[in-house]
C-alpha cells in the first residue's frame, strides 16, 4: 500500500530563517508527486508537480525537489504569510491520490 | 470564473439524519474526488469518479454515497449510518493528474 510521511509535524520560524520540509513516500510507480498548502478552513491550494527523481520546481520563496524515496519543500527566507500547513500526496499506476498528514508552519515576525 | 462549488461552508446535522453536501465544477474535468480531513490527519478518500454515471469507493466509503449524472456534478450523502461524520469534507476535480479543491464544507453533529 503507498504511504506518504511528512515531517516535521510543526515547525515554527523566525521570518527569514531559511528551513526545509520532508515528504517520504513509497508507492507502486510514481505518476506525481503534488504539493499543496493549505490555510485554516480552506481548501488545499495547488503549489507543484513533480514527475521524476532530480525534478525542481520554484515559486516565489519556495523550492520543491524530489529523489526516488522523498521530496523536500524548501522555504528560503520565509515570511508570516507564508504560515499555512504543507501537504504532499502522491499518485501511483492506479491512478490512486494518497496524502500525508501535513506539516503545520508557523512563521513569526 | 472557473472553479469548483462547494455548499453550504457550514452544515449541522441531527443524529439519525441523512445530509447531502453539493460540488460542482465547471472546469470539464472528468474525475471527481470526495476527501475527509480530520484534525491532524491527511485527507482520506471517501468515493471518486472517473466518468458520469461510474463511482469507486474510496478507503472510508462506509456510511457515504454519492452519485454523477452530470459531468459538472458530484454530491455526497452522509448517511445514518455514518457514526462518526463531525468533520471537515473536501471536494476536487482532476485533469492529468493534479488536483484541484473546493473551499470545503465543515459539518457538525448536534
Known amino acids: 500500500e503507498d504511504q506518504v510521511t511528512q515531517s516535521p509535524e510543526a515547525l515554527r520560524l523566525q521570518e527569514g530563517e531559511s528551513s526545509s520540509l520532508n515528504c517520504s513516500y513509497t508507492?507502486?510507480?510514481?505518476?506525481?508527486l503534488f504539493w499543496y498548502r493549505q490555510d485554516p478552513g480552506k481548501g488545499p491550494e495547488f503549489l507543484f508537480t513533480?514527475?521524476?527523481a532530480g525534478e525542481e520546481k520554484e515559486k516565489e520563496r519556495l523550492k520543491a525537489t524530489l529523489t526516488k524515496k522523498e521530496s523536500f519543500l524548501h522555504i528560503t527566507a520565509p515570511k508570516p504569510e507564508d504560515s499555512a500547513t504543507y501537504l504532499c500526496?502522491?499518485?501511483?499506476?492506479?491512478?490512486?491520490?494518497?496524502f500525508g498528514a501535513g506539516t503545520r508552519l508557523t512563521v513569526k515576525p | 470564473d472557473g472553479g469548483i462549488t462547494q455548499s453550504p461552508k457550514y452544515l449541522f446535522r441531527k443524529e439519525g439524519q441523512n445530509v447531502t453536501l453539493s460540488c460542482e465544477q465547471n472546469?470539464?474535468?472528468?474525475?471527481m474526488y470526495w476527501y475527509r480531513q480530520d484534525p491532524g490527519q491527511g485527507l482520506r478518500l471517501i468515493y471518486y469518479?472517473?466518468?458520469?454515471?461510474?463511482?469507486q469507493k474510496g478507503d472510508i466509503a462506509e456510511g457515504y454515497s454519492v452519485s454523477r449524472e452530470k459531468k459538472e456534478s458530484f454530491p455526497l450523502t452522509v448517511t445514518s449510518a455514518q457514526k462518526n461524520p463531525t468533520a471537515f469534507y473536501l471536494c476536487?476535480?482532476?485533469?492529468?493528474?493534479?488536483?484541484?479543491f473546493g473551499q470545503g464544507t465543515r459539518l457538525t453533529v448536534v
Open positions: 476536487a476535480s482532476s485533469i492529468n493528474g493534479e488536483a484541484f
Open positions: 508507492v507502486s510507480g510514481l505518476r506525481g
Open positions: 513533480l514527475y521524476s
Open positions: 500526496a502522491v499518485r501511483d499506476n492506479n491512478n490512486d491520490m494518497r
Open positions: 472546469l470539464n474535468h472528468d474525475a
Open positions: 469518479s472517473q466518468i458520469v454515471n461510474d463511482f
